[in-house]
């Protein structure tokens, strides 16, 4: 792979008719086990990816294209037919920000040997057995990797770090959704509480409103869950197409008071990185700050064409807790987990499916299942947030949000 970077490097560097380019590598090696029943197979495997972002300008405006170089790949070839596209994919015209330095941020587990990563195998095997307990297991894929990675720009701008990731997917029972959980570093995966499986009984839920509560767990489902919604109206492209429901300085909803940053520097956080892709800097900055909209998250071309600077995107999301201790009543609809979700990124609505949920009381009641829907970017803006604070790769936040009365089907 690095004779191959530095061919393609050198092979850039001739090309006068690009203006702007970036290169990124990639190599990664992982083990893996997967287990099923009373067997199971292991073993290692490495990839690699070395990709060229290239830029023509041109009276009429900007091209780019993307060059990826597999080891057969003839470089002059490819960046010739590059070129070619770039000059045949005319957008509006921009120039980039200065070069900036990588902020500081650490994304590889010291637990997790580069050279070796099948010795965290076991580490993870065994937190795996301590989470199901006496639980039968159907299946489960495990995997530990780690990627060394390398950005370099024709502004010559240098720079390598190293990732780790962790990943277990376990399916208990035959008849029992797979569930996946994953984290950059070993301690960080919550296989417990991804298998929580409650086993009480649960009472047939009629259609109607309810006062409805998400633990951060069912909120953050897949990523970002929910969160998504708000993320997209963050998407400078869906501001310049008019779609976006609110600009900056504007409410999300009557009675918002939430207040929501991007931070691509969290410690082993899962969209953390020192640089963007192209290069650009990964800055902390505001998407909500007390229910009015504030910032977009701006890559490089984005921040050149609205005339700011970049911020490297949204990618962790940090928000600020509630003051209140307890949420929850009687009648409120606790929901640990939820099945599924759909969010329309423009408008915010969502639908989600949960199988159980439960009912605080003396005793709790078991319900379910049934079908949240509703306008997540209202909802989230109001709702109440507790005081108590957990932290994912993804997020840090309050553990239990209380959306008020939301549709139930």
Do not use: C, K
Not at 105 to 125: C, H, K, N, R, Y
Not at 243 to 256: D, E, K, M
Request: aromatic share 4%.
């Amino acid at each position: 792979m690095a004779s191959d970077r530095d061919r393609l490097l050198a092979a850039l560097a001739r090309r006068r008719e690009l203006t702007d380019w970036t290169v990124q590598v990639a190599v990664t090696r992982a083990a893996w086990r997967r287990l099923t029943g009373d067997q199971h197979s292991e073993g290692d495997s490495a990839a690699a990816e070395l990709t060229a972002i290239v830029h023509r300008d041109l009276p009429a405006g900007r091209g780019t294209a993307v060059v990826r170089v597999e080891p057969s790949t003839p470089i002059a070839a490819a960046l010739e037919a590059a070129s070619a596209r770039a000059a045949t994919a005319i957008g509006p015209p921009w120039h980039a920000s200065p070069p900036a330095a990588p902020a500081r941020v650490e994304l590889a587990d010291p637990a997790i040997d580069p050279t070796a990563p099948s010795g965290a195998l076991a580490t993870l095997a065994g937190a795996l057995d301590a989470a199901r307990g006496d639980r039968p297991l159907f299946a489960a894929d495990l995997t530990v990797a780690t990627t060394d990675h390398e950005l370099h720009t024709q502004r010559g701008q240098r720079a390598a770090w190293r990732s780790t990731a962790a990943t277990a997917t376990v399916t208990l029972t035959p008849d029992a959704a797979p569930v996946t959980t994953r984290a950059r570093r070993l301690d960080e995966l919550d296989l417990t509480g991804a298998l929580a499986d409650p086993t009480s009984a649960a009472v047939a839920l009629a259609p109607g409103t309810y006062p409805v509560a998400l633990t951060a767990r069912a909120l953050l489902h897949g990523d970002r869950g929910l969160l998504e919604a708000l993320v997209a109206q963050a998407d400078p492209q869906l501001e310049r197409q008019g779609l976006a429901r609110y600009r900056a300085g504007q409410p999300l909803a009557a009675g918002a008071d939430l207040t929501v940053h991007s931070d691509g520097t969290l410690p082993f956080g899962w969209h953390s990185a020192p640089l963007g892709p192209a290069g650009e800097p990964i800055r902390r900055f505001p998407l909500v700050v007390d229910g009015l909209a504030a910032e977009l998250g701006l890559d490089r071309r984005a921040a050149a064409l609205g005339g700011r600077l970049p911020n490297g995107g949204v990618r962790g999301l940090i928000v600020a807790p509630g003051l209140e201790g307890d949420l929850v009543d009687a009648q409120t609809l606790v929901i640990e987990r939820l099945a599924w979700l759909e969010v329309d990124r423009p408008t915010g609505w969502f639908r989600a499916g949960f199988a159980r949920a439960h009912r605080a009381g003396d005793p709790a009641q078991a319900v379910g299942p049934g079908v949240l829907r509703g306008d997540a970017i209202a909802l989230l803006g109001r709702a109440r947030r507790s005081a108590a604070e957990v932290a994912t790769p993804s997020y840090r936040g309050p553990a239990l949000w209380h959306l008020g009365a939301v549709a139930v089907d």
